[in-house]
């Protein structure tokens, strides 16, 4: 299984590991990915990044973003905090998001 994923960044390929992505936010016709040290904006839907980053332990949390599950800090009502970003948690993500992480 290949652990790396490519973006096309000013115009070169960047490899980047999985591990380093903190979320990814659909804005229109693309998608921003963000690490922290970098924002790659990509010509693809949320949805085509969604099924390459499920197998990294990612999850869609909102229309509009997914997560890296191992990057969760906080977990309020509506939203989830990743580094100093809060980000939106739809009622109809919600469980399957308390599914996903242990709870003691």
């Given at each position: 299984?290949?652990?790396?994923?490519f973006?096309?960044h000013k115009?070169k390929l960047?490899?980047?590991?999985?591990?380093?992505?903190?979320?990814?936010?659909a804005?229109?016709?693309?998608?921003?990915i963000v690490?922290?040290k970098?924002?790659?904006?990509v010509?693809?839907t949320l949805?085509?990044?969604e099924?390459r980053?499920?197998?990294f332990?990612f999850?869609?949390i909102?229309r509009s973003?997914?997560i890296?599950?191992?990057?969760?800090?906080?977990?309020?009502?509506d939203?989830?905090?990743?580094?100093?970003?809060?980000?939106?948690?739809?009622r109809?993500n919600k469980?399957?998001?308390?599914?996903?992480?242990?709870q003691?």
């Amino acid at each position: 299984v290949n652990k790396h994923l490519f973006v096309r960044h000013k115009n070169k390929l960047v490899k980047l590991n999985p591990e380093d992505v903190l979320y990814a936010e659909a804005q229109s016709n693309y998608t921003v990915i963000v690490t922290d040290k970098e924002k790659y904006t990509v010509s693809t839907t949320l949805g085509i990044i969604e099924d390459r980053l499920i197998q990294f332990g990612f999850l869609r949390i909102h229309r509009s973003y997914i997560i890296n599950l191992s990057k969760i800090e906080t977990i309020e009502d509506d939203t989830v905090s990743i580094g100093r970003q809060a980000i939106p948690l739809s009622r109809n993500n919600k469980q399957e998001l308390m599914n996903k992480i242990t709870q003691l």
